[in-house]
């Protein structure tokens, strides 16, 4: 949804004192690894909202023959999960305009990241919220997939 959109509801969370945590990815090749950071990652507050890299952003980042999936499936996928509240598309590369946008209570990311390295995590820290990492599930991710796809 457009960040318009989840201005209203942020609005309406924030009424009823809900806290909100962000996360973001390019959440390309969804996998076993990407539901366990996400349910993790929802149990830190009341609503979690997912940055989800656009299609270009995600080629800027990762090349040119990504993604493998369209932003429109890869946002209908995480709008399909229980835990997931909010989806909203950004095209810079990184989340940082977006996560000052909603201001969360929690940032988290994977444990591929370090707190230090984490976009936005100066800003949350600021202004009163914590950043958290969540251990990866080991073997999972869509960089390994793809190689296994393509060695085989």
């Known amino acids: ?4 959109k989840v201005a209203s509801l942020l609005s309406l969370w924030r009424l009823k004192n ?3 945590v962000f996360t973001n990815g390019c ?11 996400l349910q993790e ?12 890299n656009s299609d270009n952003s995600v ?6 023959t990504r993604p493998i999936i369209s932003q429109k499936y890869r946002a209908a996928v995480l709008s399909a999960l229980h835990c997931v509240d909010a989806v909203v598309l950004f095209e810079e590369d990184t989340p940082a305009k977006l996560i000052q946008a909603i201001s969360p209570d929690f ?5 591929d990241y370090q707190i230090d390295q984490i976009v ?24 390994d997939l793809m190689k296994r796809f393509s060695d085989s």
Do not use: E
């Open 1 to 4: 949804m457009p960040l318009t």
């Open 18 to 20: 809900d806290s909100l």
């Open 27 to 37: 959440f390309d090749l969804f996998h076993a690894g990407h539901v366990k950071v």
């Open 41 to 52: 990652a929802a149990g830190f507050g009341d609503r979690l909202i997912v940055g989800l």
């Open 59 to 64: 080629a800027r980042l990762k090349g040119s």
């Open 107 to 111: 940032l988290v990311k994977g444990g």
């Open 120 to 143: 936005g995590a100066d800003f949350v820290l600021a202004n009163g919220g914590s950043v958290h990492t969540i251990d990866l599930l080991k073997g999972f991710s869509s960089t």
